[in-house]
């Protein structure tokens, strides 16, 4: 490491490029080789430095630099490229008997008995082209229509594994055909976390990469972890191949991670052995492969046969059947995700299906089990989503048993959270999906004590944005939680010193990899993590533990807006505020229902209508009134009709009671920091009711602080002064309102009047 930092600090050029190719190498090292050199945290340090220096000296920094893998600035579309050799596809076949035509084909064309072929995987991804010149890379490209396709460099160079840069002995010109995946294992992960978040699913690795790859936003496409295989080579200058074992050569000399394994054949039994093999073993790879894909070796006699407008004439791709089988839906169960999703999961008759043994498949949500109308007992057909998830297809109605009935998840677990028995809900998540508007539907458990959310809650609960507590990350979380010494966020706050600094943590990882022993938390830590406590207990404001609940639909900003509405928490519980903000959106959906004017339920006879005209203008009223009561409030779009609902529904739940009850036990009460009481709810006794007040010029405390203060007190403040004016209010300065204050023969008041006024 020492040399590392030994380059003159007046030579960031030098320094620059030198951090470049080290960031690079232990890129390479990590993501390519599995063999990392350096600690996560040294590499930041190295990172951080380049990114320093780029933005200290812009004039020096490359877009292929080693910084720009964690994405550049959002792109408004995307250009587009005109390949240098058209992007073909390959002729695809089926049969074994097929994979004989195009061998007898290719004996009958180049005039030999035996041909040199490769044959290797077809990655089940998106196809691209990567242009570098001069060993940089130019840009990269999609396949688009075959001519032309979309420029993808911003979203390509995340992809860690690819290098930017070939060095100094890189040809003039070389184009790289290749294919864009999500590994499986990533595939998955983000599937999980897209049923977490109430979003659809994607059917297959090759449909999220597609879509990460068609995002404007490169750091969104950073954080879904792509990777691309070399298989082709397009245009090339300043470098000759005899054959596709020389191409390969290449590709591992630049280090350019290509398509394994590649088997070397020359006859049709070869081949066929092969196609075999290779389906054997696919099911192993990190990504999907829908077929084996054989390929003259020999770049001249691929010259002498040429192509088609559509496809080359020497290359065949061997498509496998996709797999399916069909089996029986035993049973349904439900898993408790780390957020209080509940994700059915379909109890298989075991069943062979690419490579393993089939039980279980998950159901995704609500959504997905009656758009498939999904039932117990069902004959079903299952697949494989990416290789590694079985998801069911479609249902055999015909075998259906008699007497069979629509499955209902709910009635199903009897209404309750399979892992605490708190009554579940339902969370319906407008999203768009091929461009319509859908709905997800799913179970949920909102249970703020809920032991199979317990990290997350946890986790939710310290964020800094939340109560801000230190020390309290994933792995302590974690460790708390299995350990049984906080089951809920509030059991943080019964934690000792002594207790919690013999908290065991899991063992560090060192360098030589092996484990360190088991950590302990420690003293100092403790009583860090005790420190904050006190802290939220007495001093983080109503807002910051509004969001500590974790309410569904309430973020930092409804927090904030709640807290401006309401003194403390017991307030919401019970918000007159919130209950007419639901009760608005109930009585409007009910006018749009009994609406003569509805289309989709209009009146019978006139006497129906006149009738619903009647009650159709009461509701109006009845919805002009309550929005009225509110006016004054401006309540901001934070806190609207799903929030207001939310927060109501929470409290008003078990677990919700049960919070508050906890916290006066704690003795914890958080205050709004910044209260703005309703000026309507003063009594009529209040010092300044019916009285109203104008302010003008420059006050000590603000502006603001006097109109809550007046309004506190019953008062009203108007931004203009008139006869009905009853007070001014004027600081430093108050010029034309002041005056026209004493025209009017309005009472002119500093801030001492104001307080004597009050006294
Ligand atoms: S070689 C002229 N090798 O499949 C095309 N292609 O269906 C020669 N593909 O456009 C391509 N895996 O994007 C080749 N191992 C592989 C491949 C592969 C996937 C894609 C490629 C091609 C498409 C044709």
């Known amino acids: 490491m020492e040399d590392l930092f030994s380059q003159s600090p007046n030579d960031p050029a030098g320094r620059i490029a030198f951090l470049s190719k080290e960031l690079d190498r232990h890129n390479r090292l990590y993501y390519t080789e599995a063999q990392p050199e350096i600690s996560d945290a040294e590499y930041d340090v190295l990172f951080r430095e380049l990114e320093d220096l780029e933005k200290a000296h812009p004039d020096l920094a490359d877009p292929n630099s080693p910084t720009q893998r964690v994405g550049g600035e959002p792109l408004e579309g995307f250009q587009q490229r005109q390949h240098l050799i058209p992007m073909l596809s390959i002729d695809d076949v089926f049969k074994e008997e097929e994979v004989k035509l195009f061998f007898r084909r290719l004996q009958k064309n180049l005039n030999t008995e035996r041909i040199s072929l490769t044959v290797e ?47 100094d002995t890189a040809p003039a010109l070389l184009e790289i055909r290749g294919e864009v995946y999500m590994p499986n294992a990533e595939f998955a992960k983000l599937n999980e976390q897209r049923d977490e978040q109430g979003l659809p699913t994607f059917a297959n690795p090759r449909n999220s990469t597609a879509g990460t790859l068609k995002q404007l936003d490169p750091k969104a496409v950073a954080e879904r972890p792509l990777a691309v295989l070399a298989h082709g080579l397009g245009a090339h200058e300043g470098i000759k191949f005899d054959t596709e074992d020389d191409f390969h050569a290449l590709l591992d000399r630049y280090e350019i991670p290509r398509n394994k394994p590649v088997w070397h054949v020359d006859t049709l039994d070869g081949v066929l052995k092969t196609i075999r093999e290779l389906d054997q073993l696919r099911h192993d790879l990190p990504y999907q492969t829908d077929g084996a894909v054989i390929k003259v070796s020999s770049f001249a006699k691929r010259t002498t046969l040429g192509a088609t407008s559509r496809a080359p004439r020497w290359a065949a791709a061997f498509k496998y059947p996709p797999e399916q089988k069909t089996t029986l839906l035993r049973d349904i169960s439900v898993q408790v995700g780390r957020t209080g999703i509940l994700t059915p999961v379909a109890e298989l008759e075991p069943v062979p299906l690419s490579g393993t043994t089939v039980s279980r498949a998950t159901l995704h949500n609500e959504s997905f089990i009656q758009e498939r109308d999904i039932r117990l007992d069902d004959t079903v057909l299952v697949h494989k989503a990416g290789e590694i998830i079985p998801e069911i297809l479609s249902v055999d109605t015909t075998k259906r048993p008699s007497g069979s009935k629509p499955f209902s998840l709910h009635d199903h677990l009897g209404g309750k959270c399979p892992a605490c028995s708190a009554p579940i809900e339902l969370r319906k998540n407008a999203v768009k999906k091929d461009g319509e508007d859908y709905l997800v539907l799913t179970w949920w458990c909102g249970n703020f004590e809920c032991p199979a959310q317990a990290v ?52 560090a990882k ?23 406590l006190q802290k939220a207990r007495t001093e983080q404001p109503l807002s910051k533990w509004i969001f500590a609940m974790g309410i569904p639909h309430v973020g930092e900003s409804s927090s904030k807006e709640l807290s401006r509405l309401h003194e403390q928490l017991t307030d919401l ?5 919130l209950k007419t903000i639901r009760e608005i959106t109930i009585l409007e959906s009910e006018q749009r229902e009994i609406s003569p004017r509805n289309k989709d339920n209009p009146p019978k006879d006139d006497e129906e209508k006149e009738e619903r005209q009647a009650a159709f203008t009461q509701l109006k009223e009845r919805i002009a009134a309550l929005n009225d009561s509110l006016t004054s409030k401006k309540i901001s779009p934070d806190v609207g009709p799903v929030a207001s609902a939310s927060v109501l529904a929470f409290f008003a739940s078990e677990a919700g009671q049960h919070v508050l009850q906890r916290l006066t036990k704690l003795n914890i009460n958080p205050r709004s920091d910044n209260y703005f009481p309703d000026p309507s709810s003063a009594g009529a006794d209040a010092p300044f009711a019916g009285k109203t007040f104008v302010i003008t010029g420059t006050l000590s405390g603000g502006r603001d602080d006097f109109k809550s203060l007046i309004e506190k007190n ?42 004597k006024l009050l006294s």
């Open 573 to 577: 519980a019970d918000s007159d505020t």
């Open 456 to 507: 997350t809650r946890m986790k939710h609960f310290a964020q800094r944005k939340a109560l801000d507590l230190d020390g309290l990350g994933e792995s302590v979380a974690v460790k708390l939680v299995e350990s049984a010494m906080a089951r809920s966020p509030l059991d943080l706050f019964e934690l000792t010193e002594e207790t919690l600094a013999d908290l065991l943590l899991e063992p």
């Open 121 to 167: 995987p077809k990655i089940d991804g998106v196809a691209v082209t990567l242009i570098y010149r001069n060993g940089k890379l130019d840009y990269a490209a999609t396949r688009g229509d075959g001519s032309r396709g979309d420029d993808v460099t911003a979203n390509v160079r995340t992809i860690r594994s690819l290098p930017l840069t070939l060095g």
């Open 714 to 755: 019953g008062g009203k403040v108007t931004g203009s002064v008139s006869k009905n004016t009853s007070y001014v209010l004027a600081g430093e300065g108050g010029g034309s309102k002041r005056d026209k204050a004493e025209k009017l023969g309005v009472e002119i008041l500093d801030e001492e009047g104001l307080t």
């Open 510 to 532: 060192l360098q030589s990899g092996e484990e360190s022993k088991p950590r302990r938390f420690g003293e100092k830590k403790a009583a860090g993590l005790l420190s904050s």
